[in-house]
């Protein structure tokens, strides 16, 4: 699995809300310029946490994005699986693949299984709050 642009700075964005959580709503302005990310990327991003309802955002003068919840309630695991579509290691661990024909005997399956599951335990124990830290 590798974590694409889009995940990561999905993530950055949360932190830089998370950091700045008093503040009414942040502009995206604001927001790319503090993490040197371009303004129209950053768009897509928050278009894309706005629909799935990890952000508020209010559109014009005065507006603004803003976390709707606290940042410790963010974890890791979400984002990344909203973000990537999936942290599965291997392609049929992927929820809805196609059962592989080989899966009966397959002798590597039972340890993507454990890293897959390794990998969503790890993420989902860590919150925006804790890397925010």
Not at 89 to 105: F, N, T, Y
Request: proline content about 3%; overall charge neutral.
């Amino acid at each position: 699995m590798i974590v694409s642009t889009r995940g990561r700075y999905a993530l950055r964005v949360l932190i830089d809300l998370a950091e700045h959580k008093d503040d009414e709503r942040i502009p995206l302005k604001e927001i790319a310029e503090r993490q040197g990310i371009s303004q129209k990327y950053i768009e897509t991003i928050m278009t894309l946490l706005s629909k799935h309802g990890f952000v508020d955002a209010l559109h014009g003068k005065g507006g603004g994005y803003k976390l709707n919840r606290k940042p410790q309630d963010y974890k890791v695991s979400e984002i990344l699986k909203l973000t990537e579509g999936t942290l599965a290691p291997v392609a049929c661990l992927v929820d809805g693949a196609q059962d592989c024909e080989h899966k009966a005997k397959c002798r590597t399956l039972p340890m993507w299984s454990k890293l897959d599951t390794l990998i969503d335990d790890y993420l989902s124990s860590v919150s925006i709050a804790d890397l925010a830290k």
